[in-house]
């Protein structure tokens, strides 16, 4: 069974950092891109970031309003992705989600549960 | 970026009914469209993407069509399930946007 687990969330300070991390298993992690996706509370849904496979360069590509402050990293030892986000600004307020991705028509196919990032003094 | 507008932003609808979501992007996005469904405090779900392929286990009465810049989904006999949010995403060209939502309720 596939299952990603999202953990790191909290109550940050504005300017300060936090670090997501997505533990993954039930399938073969390093085949796959892996994302973060979020959402504002009471809002929809918002793309962050993606790092494709090593097979692929482990490429990354940022949504304009991170770029510069987030990383999205991945350790394919420990099946894990990481989001390290920097200079975290109150509009980062969100639930944050990370999702294995197909490269094929790609698409988001499992999800995991989220984790709720507040940045507030 | 590539703006993607869902229609209606909210729909209240009977069980039995038959319902249809409209997409449209900004530009052409081909057929890298991508529906998912989303319920009060859970995770998005996918149910079809390439525009019109039903995700595995996705039940048939769902369907998606269009392709360039205008898309639809379709439940075609609504269950109590079937109530949630549903948004649209296009995956043609980064940053990846989606729809904002449409909100279907039971009437």
């Known amino acids: 069974e596939v299952q990603l687990v999202e953990s790191g969330g909290g109550l940050v300070q504005p300017g300060r950092s936090l670090r997501l991390s997505c533990t993954t298993s039930g399938f073969t992690f390093g085949d796959y891109t892996m994302s973060w996706f979020r959402q504002a509370p009471g809002k929809g849904l918002e793309w962050v970031s993606f790092i494709r496979s090593i097979t692929f360069g482990a490429t990354t590509e940022y949504a304009p309003s991170v770029k510069g402050r987030f990383t999205i990293s991945r350790d394919d030892s420990k099946s894990i992705a990481y989001l390290q986000m920097n200079s975290l600004e109150t509009e980062d307020t969100a639930v944050y989600y990370c999702t294995r991705d197909t490269s094929s028509w790609y698409r988001s196919d499992y999800w995991g549960q989220g984790t709720l990032v507040t940045v507030s003094s | 970026d590539i703006q993607m507008t869902q229609s209606p932003s909210s729909l209240s609808a009977s069980v039995g009914d038959r319902v249809t979501i409209t997409c449209r992007a900004s530009?052409?996005?081909?057929?890298?469209l991508n529906w998912y469904q989303q319920k009060p405090g859970k995770a998005p779900k996918l149910l079809i993407f390439a525009a019109s392929t039903l995700q595995s286990g996705v039940p048939s009465r769902f369907t998606g069509s269009g392709s360039g810049t205008e898309f639809t989904l379709t439940i075609s006999s609504l269950q109590v399930e079937d109530f949630a949010t549903y948004y649209c995403?296009?995956?043609?060209?980064?940053?990846?946007?989606f729809g904002q939502g449409t909100k279907l309720e039971i009437k």
């Open positions: 530009q052409t996005i081909r057929s890298y």
């Open positions: 995403q296009q995956t043609y060209r980064t940053p990846y946007t």
